[in-house]
């Protein structure tokens, strides 16, 4: 059953272009993540955010941006992307922060 | 260097036999280890998880090992059936209560 929604599923751009990538969680949780899962399968952590606050930002380019407009919405834009930003990004959300996390199915970007 | 390390990254065992991942961390504030499943072209979802008061869990075919100590923690998949085919993550809960993930193990189930 999913509660983690994300759109689009795919999306083919070109380099220096901008998308928008938007997630919804209708579980109630607190906190939402994004990821990036790499074609090597590597799931490297990009954003951390509770109830609309930003908590974690790792080492992502400036061109990353996440919007919160409430805690049930995590939009994550690139404003002029690379071709290694070509990968899967997973958005995610959990009740607090040490408990189970939801993954949405992905929205895949490939750069051309 | 990485918060978790995966040991194998591909794993091969006959149905029916155990199949063991097995995972290292290097952070001993690390107190929450879940471990997640991806099958083929879908996304992730929790299979099972151990917090540090414990050395070990059990749900139906799945054991979870923790050694503090050693900064290592295990899964054991036993009477593993076609179905448990799919790339296994293992994580660590570090500060701000974020999930750092291993690199993944790929495992097979041969009929």
């Known amino acids: 059953e999913t509660a983690v929604f994300q759109t689009p599923n795919y999306h083919v751009t070109q380099v220096g272009n901008e998308v928008s990538f938007n997630c919804k969680q209708t579980?109630?949780?607190?906190?939402m993540y994004w990821y990036k899962q790499d074609s090597k399968k590597l799931l490297k952590i990009m954003f951390s955010?509770?109830?609309?606050?930003?908590?974690v930002n790792e080492t992502v380019p400036r061109r990353f941006s996440p919007q919160s407009s409430d805690k049930a919405h995590l939009n994550l834009r690139i404003k002029s992307v690379e071709p290694e930003d070509s990968a899967v990004y997973l958005c995610?959300?959990?009740?607090?922060?040490?408990?189970?996390?939801?993954f949405g199915a992905g929205t895949r970007l490939s750069v051309l | 260097g990485e918060k978790v390390e995966q040991h194998e990254s591909t794993l091969s065992v006959r149905e029916g036999d155990s199949a063991v991942i097995n995972c290292t961390y290097t952070?001993?504030?690390?107190?929450?280890f879940p471990w997640y499943k991806q099958e083929a072209g879908k996304s992730l979802h929790f299979v099972i998880d151990?917090?540090?008061?414990?050395d070990r869990k059990q749900s139906q075919r799945l054991i979870v090992l923790l050694d503090k100590k050693a900064k290592r923690f295990s899964l054991h998949i036993t009477a593993t059936q076609p179905e448990d085919s799919a790339i296994y993550f293992c994580?660590?809960?570090?500060?701000?209560?974020?999930?750092?993930f291993g690199s993944g193990t790929k495992l097979t189930v041969e009929p």
């Open positions: 995610a959300s959990s009740q607090g922060g040490a408990n189970t996390l939801y």
């Open positions: 579980l109630g949780h607190d906190t």
């Open positions: 955010y509770n109830n609309k606050q930003l908590i």
């Open positions: 952070d001993t504030a690390s107190s929450y």
């Open positions: 151990i917090r540090s008061n414990v």
């Open positions: 994580a660590e809960m570090s500060n701000y209560n974020v999930l750092y």
